[in-house]
């Protein structure tokens, strides 16, 4: 959070950080590179405890998705994972109860990931009002552009829960400015064009979206869609603070490996980053 009589940035707007910015800010400071992991939400009866051990694994913040019926950005592997917590019966509201039961034990901050017709059917001042009681920090709504996106933020400012904003490669460089002076937490640098999944390589647009962010923000720049091993999140990190990882991680999910088979993924995740950017 901003000390106070500290002055914002140059080129920040001037907002107070909430928990998902100051722990990523926290490791940049520190001089290393973030990691932030996507689980999906009600998937296995274990998925909480899945989350508590990734957070103990190295994981600076967690994305847990929300799943929702029709997920535009989602590859196969999200697909799946969420028609399978959907069947198990998962709803936005089991799930928030369930991070607000373990809000304590998960020990770093959390944002949601899900759609804006979820938020909307709830009401945005409702669904922001109940990711803050959930202790959920951040929100991530990947249908909701920029020009739609101002009454959703004012809700999640007044309820203190941070809006994450993407940037894709498709962007130009007159839309950045805008989208990195609204969007709280971190700026979401979207590796290429396309749905979400583990790819043999990098998108060129992978790093080029991100240095483009690094030139006109503050903000912490994180790499997620089509980051899916330890060496693409190092590469990614030579330019951008951070990498998001899904498919990865929720294929470990899908495939039964428990909390600790998942932890250990993202414990190579973390050694990586760790061992290229210390």
């Known amino acids: 959070m901003t000390a106070p009589g500290e ?109 804006v017709n979820i938020a909307h059917h709830m009401g945005y001042e409702r669904f922001a009002s109940s990711l803050a009681d959930a202790g959920v920090s951040g929100c991530i709504l990947p249908d909701l552009p920029l020009e739609e996106v101002g009454e959703w933020a004012e809700h999640a400012d007044t309820a203190g829960v941070e809006t994450v904003l993407l940037a894709a490669p498709t962007a130009p460089d007159k839309r950045l400015p805008r989208i990195c002076a609204r969007s709280r937490g971190f700026v979401y640098s979207v590796g290429l064009m396309g749905i979400t999944g583990v790819r043999e390589a990098l998108a060129a647009s992978a790093t080029g979206t991100a240095a483009r962010l690094k030139a006109v ?46 932890a250990a993924l993202v414990a190579e995740f973390r050694a990586a980053l760790d061992e290229a950017h210390s």
């Open 7 to 115: 002055a914002a940035p140059s080129g920040v707007t001037d907002h107070s950080w909430g928990p998902l910015e100051s722990a990523l800010r926290g490791r940049r400071r520190a001089g290393g590179k973030c990691f932030v992991p996507y689980l999906t939400g009600g998937l296995g009866d274990d998925w909480l405890e899945t989350i508590c051990a990734v957070a103990a694994a190295g994981a600076d913040a967690i994305e847990v998705g929300v799943p929702f019926s029709d997920p535009v950005m989602d590859g196969t592997v999200i697909q799946q994972a969420n028609d399978r917590a959907l069947s198990q019966g998962a709803t936005p509201q089991s799930i928030l109860a369930a991070l607000r039961g373990a809000a304590a034990d998960i020990g770093v901050p959390t944002a949601v990931m899900t759609y």
């Open 217 to 262: 923000t503050d903000l912490p720049v994180l790499v997620g869609v089509g980051v899916g091993t330890p060496a693409q999140a190092a590469e990614v990190c030579e330019i951008a603070d951070g990498a998001v990882v899904g498919s990865a991680v929720v294929t470990r999910m899908l495939e039964g490996a428990g909390p600790d088979g998942v």
